[in-house]
């Protein structure tokens, strides 16, 4: 019987020794969820984080993109207008150099007329 006992106690000790593990591990449990708890809730704060921040890039993203196209629209505008203002000059330019050729047309009929003229002269008496 004593050998009944003394296994009973062993038992008795074991059993004690495993309730107290179990103790432990409830409570490492518990710890664990709590963390996962935490976790979970942290990773739902970021999601909504990165979502406002997905939007608002969005948002950034399409006023640069309005910014530009108003800008091409300006520079089409100004180069419209340059390009405009090229085919005026041009236009000047080639109504100057008409202009120019019928003078030189011009001057060089007065200066055949002059010609003409001096050459019909009687010669000059010589003083």
């Not at 984080?49 to 890039?57: K, P, S, T, V």
């Not at 207008?81 to 019928?102: G, Q, Y």
């Amino acid at each position: 019987m004593e050998r009944g006992e003394e296994l009973m106690q062993l038992n008795r000790t074991a059993f004690d020794r495993n309730m107290a593990a179990f103790d432990r591990n409830t409570q490492a449990f518990e710890r664990v969820m709590a963390a996962l708890d935490r976790h979970e809730q942290t990773v739902a704060d970021q999601a909504t984080f990165i979502r406002d921040m997905n939007r608002r890039n969005e948002v950034v993203t399409q006023q640069i993109i309005r910014d530009h196209q108003g800008f091409m629209k300006a520079l089409n505008v100004r180069d419209g207008k340059a390009e405009r203002d090229r085919e005026k000059a041009e236009r000047k330019t080639d109504e100057i150099l008409v202009e120019l050729r019928d003078l030189r047309q011009e001057s060089r009929a007065q200066r055949q007329a002059l010609l003409a003229m001096i050459d019909r002269l009687p010669p000059a008496e010589a003083a």
